[in-house]
């Protein structure tokens, strides 16, 4: 126990600089510790009550009123992150959203839409995520609040929750492609970015990856408009259909819950006016139980690239999956109870911290380097 308070002390003390104040630094070491403890929830007062505090003043006021630097603890987290598990040859930024189901209608950019941690039209909150992906773990380390445009179009409310003035509106796939310009922009060690088909349909973002030579495998619907080598447009259903029997490899895409994923796989080149350095290829991944059930994917990367490359970084999208139930279940991602647009950002921001520092117990443990025991209380 006491070598995992030294071990904590350690990795607040890495975040000390964006505190000011002794009283912010202590309080985010306290909210940190809270959200790594065994509480049923964590918000502010329980937070408080597992710091020793008698009310949560103390708490709010870390996240709403105290000067600290949210965006700068941001890139430390990520710096931790890419210390622990980076790894350029390999390493995979996946590209995904989740939902917070909130009551009311104060809550930044909070409104009735789509939340698929639900599965249904919710009241909620959706955040866009960037993770990390190598064969060392995998982490959050990019976060951004989407706005829907009934709040961007009322300056109004958008006051009333703090949002900034020159906050606009941005589509996540446009919110997603600034946290992948960041992480280009802080030398991240990646090779290739993944996501499903809220991002790959999307032809401005994967022209912009292309364009920054940033190699993808992006899902994309059944529909999807190809250029097949032909100089023909067609949808890439149509064109996985001619695919011959004997194309078909059987590989896993990584392990699951219930051990290997195993699918059937195709590649088919596309895009024959291309750049010799690069590849255009379509990807599908075919059910081994029911031949009907396809996915397809876009992908753009060096040329030569095989077939199993390809496969790895389709399956390395369900990390991030990982990653939200780890965050959500452990370190509080959605536990809080905050209106602002800052509050927002500075809660997830700290889930984020105390889930690297869980990564990096985690390394610690497989180096086979001292226990850290049940909690950091």
């Known amino acids: 126990m006491q070598q995992w308070a030294g071990a904590f002390t350690a990795f607040c003390g890495r975040f000390a600089a964006r505190f000011p104040r002794?009283?912010?630094?202590?309080?985010?070491?306290?909210?940190?510790r809270g959200l790594l403890g065994e509480l049923e929830r964590k918000n502010g007062w329980s937070l408080a009550e597992a710091a020793g505090?008698?009310?949560?003043?103390?708490?709010?006021?870390?996240?709403?009123?105290?000067?600290?630097?949210t965006d700068g603890l941001r890139?430390?987290?990520r710096a931790v992150v890419i210390e622990a598990i980076g790894a350029p040859e390999a390493g995979v930024l996946i590209v995904d959203e989740t939902g917070f189901l909130k009551k009311g209608t104060r809550s930044a950019g909070v409104a009735r839409q789509y939340s698929g941690t639900a599965g249904r039209i919710e009241n909620c909150q959706i955040g866009v995520f960037l993770a990390y992906a190598s064969g060392g773990g995998r982490a959050l380390i990019d976060r951004e609040l989407y706005l829907p445009r009934a709040w961007t179009e009322d300056r109004a409310r958008c006051a009333a929750a703090k949002i900034p003035q020159d906050r606009d509106f941005a589509t996540k796939p446009q919110l997603a492609q600034a946290m992948i310009e960041r992480a280009l922009q802080a030398r991240v060690p990646f090779a290739?970015?993944?996501?499903?088909?809220?991002?790959?349909?999307?032809?401005a973002l994967r022209l912009w990856l292309e364009r920054h030579g940033v190699a993808?495998?992006?899902?994309?619907?059944?529909?999807?408009?190809?250029?097949?080598?032909?100089l023909r447009q067609r949808r890439a259903h149509t064109v996985i259909a001619e695919v011959a029997p004997q194309a078909w490899q059987r590989i896993s895409c990584g392990d699951g819950a219930h051990g290997r994923r195993l699918y059937d796989w195709a590649?088919?080149?596309?895009?024959?006016?291309?750049?010799?350095?690069?590849?255009?290829?379509?990807?599908?991944?075919?059910?081994?139980?029911?031949?009907?059930?396809?996915?397809y994917y876009l992908c753009f990367?060096?040329?030569?690239?095989?077939?199993?490359?390809?496969?790895?970084?389709?399956?390395s999208r369900w990390a991030i999956e990982e990653c939200f139930q780890t965050a959500k279940n452990e370190t509080g991602l959605d536990h809080y109870q905050v209106r602002d647009y800052t509050a927002w950002y500075r809660h997830i921001t700290l889930s984020m911290a105390a889930a690297a520092f869980l990564l990096l117990i985690h390394q610690d443990e497989k180096k086979g380097g001292p226990s850290a025991g049940p909690n950091p209380s």
């Open 267 to 295: 590649v088919v080149d596309i895009r024959p006016l291309r750049d010799p350095r690069y590849g255009h290829w379509l990807l599908a991944r075919r059910s081994v139980s029911d031949r009907t059930e396809i996915a």
């Open 216 to 230: 993808h495998v992006l899902a994309v619907p059944k529909s999807q408009a190809v250029i097949s080598m032909d």
């Open 22 to 32: 002794v009283e912010s630094r202590r309080r985010m070491a306290g909210y940190v």
């Open 53 to 69: 505090d008698t009310g949560p003043e103390g708490m709010q006021r870390l996240l709403n009123s105290y000067s600290w630097d």
């Open 75 to 77: 890139d430390d987290v």
């Open 192 to 203: 290739w970015v993944t996501a499903d088909e809220a991002y790959g349909q999307v032809g």
């Open 301 to 315: 990367g060096p040329a030569g690239t095989a077939i199993p490359e390809l496969v790895r970084v389709a399956g």
